[in-house]
């Protein structure tokens, strides 16, 4: 197994047009507050691309990997080797996952799965772990479905009991651990970090 399931405890996705104030900055401190994955996730309105991407990507890098931190690109599969990537994470119409697994062999992949049919699709044989959500309603993500629930959580672990899973979406620290209990390995933020006051006492309650 290319992930193990603690990885997934505590896991922060973000990029700069999530921030309002500097990404390393806020990264430094959920790493010294102890988050155990990292997702680099540039993309909407106010993304950065091409070098000034490459450049944040590789500044928010070093910081994981000084902190022992997974560090897992969002999509990109050219990001994978400038930024020595342990992983992507790709949704239902991006990359395809044996495509990925057939040019990375080594490489972590993330699935995001929001119903049964999607987890019974082929792509899952190269699935490493999975994205289970929008378990609630959340203004991060512009294209996100219809919130599915911990019922969703709960339904995918009976279906893929051996799967390491991450809920996501609408997270905090008052409802993370409905979606421990439902039967997922962790949690995955973005607001709930980026826009806290106080990110060791948010990272210490998720």
């Known amino acids: 197994m290319r992930i193990q399931r603690a990885q997934l405890r505590k896991y922060f996705i973000m990029g700069s047009q999530d921030c309002t104030r500097s990404p390393e900055e806020i990264l430094l401190e959920a790493a010294k507050a102890g988050i155990t994955a990292f997702q680099f996730r540039e993309k909407g309105p106010g993304s950065l691309s091409g070098s000034a991407k490459l450049e944040?990507?590789?500044?928010?890098?070093?910081?994981?990997?000084?902190?022992?931190?997974?560090?897992?690109?969002?999509?990109?599969?050219?990001?994978?080797?400038?930024?020595?990537?342990?992983?992507?994470?790709?949704?239902?119409?991006d990359e395809r996952t044996d495509t990925i697994r057939a040019r990375f062999p080594d490489t972590i992949i993330g699935l995001s799965v929001t119903n049964i049919e999607e987890?019974?699709?082929?792509?899952?044989?190269?699935?490493?772990?999975?994205?289970?959500?929008?378990?609630?309603?959340?203004?991060?993500?512009?294209?996100?479905?219809?919130?599915?629930?911990?019922?969703?959580?709960?339904?995918?672990?009976?279906?893929?009991?051996?799967?390491?899973?991450?809920?996501?979406?609408?997270?905090?620290?008052?409802?993370?651990?409905?979606?421990?209990?439902?039967?997922?390995?962790?949690?995955?933020?973005?607001?709930?970090?980026?826009?806290?006051g106080n990110i060791r006492e948010t990272v210490a309650r998720l």
């Open 119 to 196: 987890a019974s699709r082929p792509s899952m044989a190269c699935a490493d772990y999975v994205g289970a959500g929008p378990v609630y309603r959340t203004a991060t993500k512009i294209d996100a479905k219809e919130p599915v629930g911990t019922a969703w959580i709960r339904e995918l672990r009976a279906f893929l009991p051996e799967m390491p899973m991450v809920a996501i979406g609408g997270i905090t620290p008052d409802n993370a651990r409905l979606s421990l209990d439902a039967g997922a390995d962790g949690v995955a933020v973005v607001s709930a970090i980026t826009k806290s």
């Open 56 to 93: 944040l990507g590789k500044k928010l890098r070093k910081i994981c990997s000084e902190y022992g931190i997974l560090f897992i690109i969002n999509n990109d599969v050219e990001l994978i080797e400038p930024l020595q990537a342990d992983g992507i994470h790709v949704g239902q119409q």
